[in-house]
RNA sequence: UCCUCAGUAGCUCAGUUGGUUAGAGCAUCUGACUGUUAAUCAGAGGGUCACUGGUUCAAGUCCAGUCUGAGGAGCCA
């Protein structure tokens, strides 16, 4: 029965000569008793079905509702109305499933993010979300066909783990020990997890790299793309406690070659669905214009989504390093006008409104910012050579995306044994428990290097969506896990 | 976690100096119309003013606390 289905999508590509088709979906809106715009989600476009009367009785016509699933057979034929090119002449309509106008959410009119994120379960059906997760779907699929094409493994790393190895913020702990204060005790008093499942304290991943690793020693070139979780209390729209990230770890690659590859990898799978999702973003490009004009004229972003899009995918990233970047801010007419609330020298991390006065007011493109100080970033990052004391730096990079932030955090991995071990010390990392990481600078250690990029923010910026909450289907966030 | 703002009809909002029966647009329902495009026109129904407590003759309005949401900061991807 349902075999005979023909999508939307392909059905508007039809020359109209009275063909008949079946359609099925969902009613938009039912205009004049006779007009029904029907939305399959298959693209953001509607087909209409015109509803001859007498056609239908007045029970069935008063099920015909916004958010009722229907059945449509009928000919394909042009359209006489302004809005469309063609149509479907209805000649039998079922109701699959009936929504009660009275009680349905959605309503024909324009209804704010905040409130859709409400009834999440029901946002997919809107022309706003319908975009945004066919184009998400497309990442998904471009970031595949990217790494597959130039051989890379997919490697599924743990969503279990046993260390918060990297320091990445609070983890979400696992366990099967009760919690109302039964679960068994050490001496000391503090929580015995040698009773727990695992035998030891286990929590859930904040990154797949250490073991991206350990793959990328084997089989040279493997990218991760799954689940993260982090207990961070942050509250901003930026940040998710669940959320996706690409990991990309590639032996015999240094600090250039892996910002070679991640600025390939952004530029390859934007132009993917610039080349696949022209209608989807074309809707998004029009909705972010009215957004804007409802701003200030000093508050509005200089560039629409497509043309911002095409400024990236066009050209060539800046690329400085930690010192130039700090340079150009101590020179900027904002730090003479003391517009920064925070101070800037060389050593600093540098805050939202340093690496937002690069971005978007020095070089208004995204930038490659490298060779951070060592002192502020992460134990695994290979410690640049020749460097004076105190002014050590790592071969890490970032990338800045303009209205985002950081979108991407690399670095060249600490391949020497002794300079990792030394470092590990430093951060008070346990060397026991991290003993099988150690075991790839051991056993044939080579000069790698690889990148995380969070996908949430990657979806943020293709479709121009201020809030990461509404790139993810089902958004959880401190005090909000719904659905 | 910190700072700022907000919470009034299904949605988006107005509600004056504390004062009598809390309003509008859209949505919904009923009717009319029948080539509409967020259809149009006429009418109707719809409220625990987030919650708890306080001040007062009187609180949607003032005060305190709590909860929730938004924006910004921090942390980060």
Redo the contacts with the bound molecule.
Sequence with gaps: MFSKRIKVKELLQLTPNEQEVTVMGWV????????I?LNDGSTNNNI?I?VA?GLLDDATL?RI??GAAIKVIGNV?P??????SL?I?ANSIEILGDS???K??L?????????L??IAHLRFRTNTFGAVFRIRHALTFAIHQFFNDKGFLNIHTPIITASDA????ETFRVTTLPIDGTAPRNADGSINFNEDFFGKSTNLTV?GQLEGELAATAFGNIYTFGP?F?A??????????E?W?IEPEMAFYDIEDNMDLAEEFIQYIISYVMEHNKEDLTFLDARLAEEEKQKPQNERQEFGLIEKLKFVVENKFERITYTQAIDILLNSPAYKKKKF??DVKWGI?M???H??YLVEKHFKKPVIVSNYPAA?K?FYMRLNDGEEAGKETVAAM?ILAPGI?????GSQREERYDVLLKRMQQFNIPLQEMNWYLDSRRFGTVPHAGF??????MVQFVTGM????DVIPFAR????CEF
Aim: no cysteine; charged share 30%; proline share 3%.
């Design positions: 938009r809106t039912f205009r004049n008793n006779q007009f715009a209409q015109v009367l008063k509702t916004t034929i359209s006489v109305g302004k809005g469309q149509e002449k009660d106008a009275e349905y959410p309503q024909p009119k324009k209804h704010s993010l905040e409130f994120r409400e990297e320091g990445a913020g990154s993260t982090r961070e209390n942050s509250n901003t729209t930026r940040h998710l406690a959320f990230m609330k925070y991390d805050q939202s409104e690496e937002r502020i992460a970032d932030g950081e979108i991407v955090g995380g990029l969070g996908f949430e923010r201020t809030n990461i909450r966030t401190p005090k909000n």
